[in-house]
């Protein structure tokens, strides 16, 4: 059944920095060619650095992941000794700031957290979070959007490798979990969960402002079960390669569901 097009890809090549767009990718079971394939460590602690811990790493958004600069002036911009790597260290595991206490007590107050290892659903060696690739539609966001104060919502605040123009219902990658998406003529992903959200979508995203409705609205709206760990606030899905393949903006994508591939 076909869904949409794609309208954006976006890569982030140094975690939690701003991303790029690109008109086209190679997507392998490691993402989309060039796609976090650097991150930042926390020298002293030996954690990846994440804006999901706002409090420590929310400067980060100010800084583009491809003109990235080195470890000397990163540390002092971040006001933290810090390295950049290629290859996340043994056990590696990062911050996530419980999004309801950074909602109610602000981006700057120490609040609760939970560590979690890498790529749970990634190949090893790899810095993302859970999944290799993240995608959101424009139905989502443009719900998002009505929801709020603001009638808008910006993809770049949800972090999203693509975005998906589709006239489908709202949240409707919820419904999507187990089910395939074929994208152009080669790529097919695996939708695995619907994506939680961290207070990241909150913050400042270079000349982006804080905004706090692009948690809150999705808090209040959809908050879905995610593999078995209650009730989250989700925006968006996350998907692991079936196939690889190259993509670009304006390909079709068409989503099956039932079937499974050898």
């Known amino acids: 059944m076909r869904i949409g097009q794609v309208e954006t890809l976006r890569r982030y090549p140094v975690k939690s ?4 767009e690109v008109t086209a990718s190679l997507v392998t079971e490691r993402g989309l060619a060039g796609d976090r394939v650097r991150a930042v460590l926390d020298v002293a602690t030996g954690k990846i650095a994440s804006a999901k811990n706002p ?5 980060l958004l100010a800084l583009r992941g491809d003109a990235v600069p080195g470890d000397e002036e990163l540390s002092k911009l971040l006001g933290r000794d810090v390295r950049l790597v290629d290859v996340p260290p043994e056990g590696a595991t990062l911050e996530r700031s419980v ?11 120490e609040v609760a957290f939970t560590a979690s290892g890498l790529g ?3 190949p090893e060696g790899t810095f993302f979070d859970f ?3 993240h995608l959101i539609t424009t139905s989502t966001l443009d719900r998002i959007g009505e929801l709020g104060a603001r009638g808008t919502m910006e993809a770049v605040r949800y972090r999203p490798n693509l975005v998906i123009a589709t006239e489908a219902d709202a949240f409707a990658e919820n419904g999507w979990v187990g089910g395939e998406l074929e ?6 992903l695996g939708v695995i969960a619907p994506t939680p959200r961290c207070a990241v979508p909150t913050l400042a995203h270079g000349e982006l402002p804080r905004d706090a409705g692009a948690l809150r609205t999705v808090a209040r ?3 879905v079960d ?3 760990t209650g009730p989250q606030p989700c925006a968006g899905a996350y998907a692991r390669v079936l196939r690889p393949g190259t993509i670009a903006r304006g390909d079709e994508v068409r989503l099956i569901h039932g079937l499974k591939r050898s």
Do not use: T
Not at 17 to 20: A, N, S, T, V
Not at 55 to 59: C, K, Q
């Open 17 to 20: 920095m701003l991303g790029e």
């Open 131 to 133: 999944a290799p690739v």
């Open 183 to 188: 994208i152009g003529d080669e790529l097919v």
């Open 226 to 228: 995610v593999l078995g």
């Open 55 to 59: 409090r420590l790493w929310r400067e």
């Open 99 to 109: 999004p309801d206490e950074v909602l109610d007590q602000g981006v700057e107050a």
């Open 120 to 122: 749970g659903a990634a």
């Open 221 to 223: 709206h959809n908050r």
